[in-house]
T-cell receptor, first 111, second 113 residues
Framework: GQNIDQPTEMTATEGAIVQINCTYQTSGFNGLFWYQQHAGEAPTFLSYNVLDGLEEKGRFSSFLSRSKGYSYLLLKELQMKDSASYLCAPRNDGNNRKLIWGLGTSLAVNP | DTAVSQTPKYLVTQMGNDKSIKCEQNLGHDTMYWYKQDSKKFLKIMFSYNNKELIINETVPNRFSPKSPDKAHLNLHINSLELGDSAVYFC????????????FGEGSWLTVV
């Protein structure tokens, strides 16, 4: 079957570092996306990993281990505006290349 | 310029009505999508078109019918609206079905009363 597992909620302090984990099972694999969604807004693209390892992009980094079906999103120097939901979405490798969306992790950044 | 634009942004309508949501992308992408996000924030794919060809058609009621007049447009028509159709509907696009970035529109908040 296809399944995504990530924590429902997390809390962190401004300036800190937080790691949001995601484990997944898909029918084949063709990359994994992380999206950020603020309340009442559309999801916005953060990162895409298709090979194992760490991809760094400013304060945000994303890691992938295909053999373990595992990814994490690392947020450094947290800011209040980082309070949002973070969605992990692996893509299968069928003809339609469908993304499988998790329910997301709601991150609250406190002062 | 908005990359993926959808209208209307807010729609309140009565049960049984028929309504449409329009979507346009100016990114030159080949692939477009319709997603539904319910009150539990679960984002679910409904349809995807690649160059006007339907490639994803999830198990949704046949009251929902997508139409893609060209690859820059993907409209969603909903017949005989029901209370359970209340949700946010997001249009999205990507360069191709294997594109490494999917861009979302701002969403259309549909409330059925």
């Amino acid at each position: 079957g296809q399944n995504i597992d990530q924590p429902t909620e997390m809390t962190a302090t401004e300036g800190a570092i937080v790691q949001i984990n995601c484990t997944y099972q898909t029918s084949g694999f063709n990359g994994l996306f992380w999206y950020q969604q603020h309340a009442g807004e559309a999801p916005t693209f953060l990162s895409y990993n298709v090979l194992d390892g760490l991809e760094e992009k400013g304060r945000f980094s994303s890691f992938l281990s295909r053999s373990k079906g595992y990814s994490y999103l690392l947020l450094k120097e947290l800011q209040m505006k980082d309070s949002a939901s973070y969605l992990c979405a692996p893509r299968n490798d069928g003809n339609n290349r469908k993304l499988i969306w998790g329910l997301g992790t709601s991150l609250a950044v406190n002062p | 310029d908005t990359a993926v634009s959808q209208t209307p942004k807010y729609l309140v309508t009565q049960m049984g009505n028929d309504k449409s949501i329009k979507c346009e992308q100016n990114l030159g992408h080949d692939t477009m999508y319709w997603y539904k996000q319910d009150s539990k924030k679960f984002l679910k794919i409904m349809f995807s078109y690649n160059n006007k060809e339907l490639i994803i058609n999830e198990t949704v009621p046949n009251r929902f019918s997508p139409k893609s007049p060209d690859k820059a447009h993907l409209n969603l028509h909903i017949n005989s609206l029901e209370l359970g159709d209340s949700a946010v509907y997001f249009c999205a696009s990507s360069h191709s079905r294997a594109g490494n970035t999917i861009y979302f529109g701002e969403g259309s908040w549909l409330t059925v009363v």
